[in-house]
């Protein structure tokens, strides 16, 4: 469920609470502002697209329309191009061995998204796999049906792991004031360190500052222990949606829930919710 791990990073950049790092990412970007080198680059590529920049993952991202389909593109501010990502939706077929990979592995799973990926290394489908009541599955597979990871993409992964080690000392010790007992896996995400562990099944994340001031934890929740008002209000504001995904925040200027409901045939919904379930702007 990497990707949307990643989509719910931008949507919290947007409203985040504490989460300082964000302020200079994942903005939009003047057509002046973006280096000659991408600008280039991207003309070549795709001479017939306007695109809107912003920036995400430390780099420059075009998102533009062609005949009613969106896709992204991203580059280094040298003008390196890393991926670009078409968003499939509901118009795809996948391959005889993307569809048997899913059916020996997933059978009781729904795809709920499909997007396609370039990369200077490779092509791939992304794709979500929802099953009521169970965690979110992203597969990043060929179309051979050979699974490249179920984790971040790795052209996206432009900081990377670190081992813990090499975690600075003032974050080990904030981690384990906080979480004692835990063993994570850390990575360096836009300048943050970032550890992740599973707690009864359930995914959690945590980020700092290099200093070791804490920034957020994210905590994936089980959609049935949500507050009632939580489930009231999409039942009421949203009829035909159902909760797809469900997670805690929590931040040194205070907690939230951010909800997704989906439908089918729909795009989701991500909704905010304060800690006593009471909907936010």
């Known amino acids: 469920m990497k990707r949307k791990m990643l989509l719910l990073s931008l949507v919290l950049c947007t409203i985040a609470l504490g989460f300082t790092s964000c302020s200079d990412d994942d903005d939009n970007v003047k057509q002046k502002d973006v280096p000659a080198a991408v600008k280039e680059t991207f003309s070549n590529m795709y ?162 500052e290099k200093d070791g001031v804490w920034v957020r934890t994210k905590s994936e929740l089980n959609i049935t222990t949500l507050p009632a008002n939580i489930k009231n209000y999409v039942t009421n504001n949203h009829p035909g949606y159902y909760i797809d995904d469900a997670d805690y925040i929590d931040t040194p200027t205070g907690s939230f829930y951010l909800i997704e409901i989906d439908k089918a045939g729909s795009y989701d919904i991500h909704l905010k919710f304060d800690s006593e379930g009471n909907i936010m702007p």
């Open 47 to 208: 001479p017939a697209a306007a695109p809107v920049w912003e920036m995400e993952y430390g780099m420059y991202e075009a998102k533009w329309k062609e005949e009613g389909i969106q896709l992204k593109a991203w580059f280094q501010p040298t003008g390196e191009w890393k991926a670009t990502e078409t968003d499939l939706y509901n118009n795809y077929t996948l391959p005889e061995p993307v569809m048997a990979y899913i059916n020996a592995n997933y059978a009781d799973y729904h795809i709920d998204d499909v997007d396609y990926m370039e990369t200077p290394s490779g092509n791939y489908y992304e794709i979500d796999l929802e099953r009521k009541g169970y965690p979110d599955v992203e597969l990043l597979i060929r179309a051979d049906g050979v699974l490249i990871t179920n984790g971040f993409e790795p052209w996206a992964n432009t900081d990377g792991d670190v081992a813990w080690k090499n975690v600075p000392a003032a974050v080990q010790s904030t981690f384990k004031a906080m979480f004692p007992g835990i063993n994570a896996e850390w990575e360096i995400e836009r300048g943050l360190y970032k550890a992740e562990w599973e707690e009864k099944g359930f995914d959690k994340e945590a980020w700092f």
